[in-house]
């Protein structure tokens, strides 16, 4: 069985082949925002045909970097991949390329990923946290993705945490994400996000921060493990060390929830792993 897995961002979109559940291949390129939508399906039909000389993928799982209307097949509004909304991306590229289509939001992936093949396996509940360009979440509950009523469940980055904090892209103020992704770190120093969490003076703020936003999803959620991924996660155990420890300092005594916090063990593939599942998933039904 071959399946092609998609995975698009706001900064650069990857692709990867699977046969008999085996990463066969794997491409990473920069996302040309300007070229928008009808850009992105002509660049993957093309990338798809040029595989498609030694391969014959079967199906094909899509991770997007913005909220998915997953009943519909269709992109929401995205704040980091913008002109994509209410686009069915997964019939355009199923005309593209000629094999059945699913697409999911790419955190929802990430998560399916890091359960199926990475730092979940071990475990039967699981919140998958990116933590990159924007911050977005996956819960899975007995390896089931839960999408919510209108499929915007887990957008962890729209918690507000500070009333009178910076503007957020979608409208309100004081965001997670407008708080602790790394565009808004960059975006109010002028330098690089992962640059700033390897100095102990910025995490020392940045830290309590993030703690905060993990710790309501904790409470709410009461996950067996959260797994980590995106680029500033790439930062390594400092981050994780500091986070774990404000984690604890921070969670009422009175209740003793598990903090197991971890970082992403398929690293940047972790959304393509959960496409792969996804795209086996066609097949299968």
Not at 19 to 29: L, P, S, T, V
Not at 166 to 181: D, I, K, S, T, V
Request: one cysteine or more; glycine letters at 14%; proline letters at 5%.
């Amino acid at each position: 069985m071959e399946v092609l897995a998609v995975d698009i961002g706001g900064t650069k979109h990857s692709l990867a082949l699977f046969r008999d559940g085996r990463m066969i291949r794997r491409e990473a390129y920069p996302t040309d925002l300007a070229g928008g939508r009808a850009w992105m399906v002509r660049r993957l039909s093309t990338l798809a045909r040029e595989w498609a000389g030694a391969a014959h993928p079967q199906a094909c799982g899509i991770g997007f970097g913005g909220p998915v209307d997953y009943a519909a097949q269709r992109v929401g509004r995205s704040m980091h991949v913008g002109g994509w909304q209410d686009f069915p991306l997964a019939a355009a590229l199923e005309d593209a390329l000629r094999v059945s289509c699913r697409m999911d939001n790419d955190a929802n992936l990430g998560a399916l990923g890091e359960y199926s093949a990475g730092a979940g396996r071990d475990v039967r509940s699981l919140l998958y946290m990116t933590l990159s360009t924007g911050i977005g979440a996956g819960l899975l509950l007995d390896g089931k993705i839960v999408r919510g009523a209108d499929s915007l469940a887990g957008e962890l980055g729209h918690i507000p945490l500070e009333a009178e904090g910076p503007p957020c892209e979608c409208g309100g103020r004081g965001c997670f994400e407008a708080l602790c992704a790394g565009r808004a770190i960059e975006a109010r120093t002028g330098r690089s996000a992962a640059h700033l969490l390897q100095d102990p003076a910025f995490r020392a703020g940045y830290v309590p921060v993030l703690a905060r936003g993990l710790r309501i999803a904790l409470l709410l959620l009461n996950p067996e493990r959260i797994v980590i991924g995106g680029g500033l996660s790439k930062v390594g155990h400092v981050l994780f060390d500091d986070l774990r420890s404000e984690l604890r300092r921070q969670l009422p005594p009175s209740l003793p929830l598990r903090i197991d916090v971890q970082p992403a063990a398929l690293g940047d593939d972790s959304v393509l792993w959960g496409a792969k599942t996804l795209a086996e998933q066609i097949l299968s039904s």
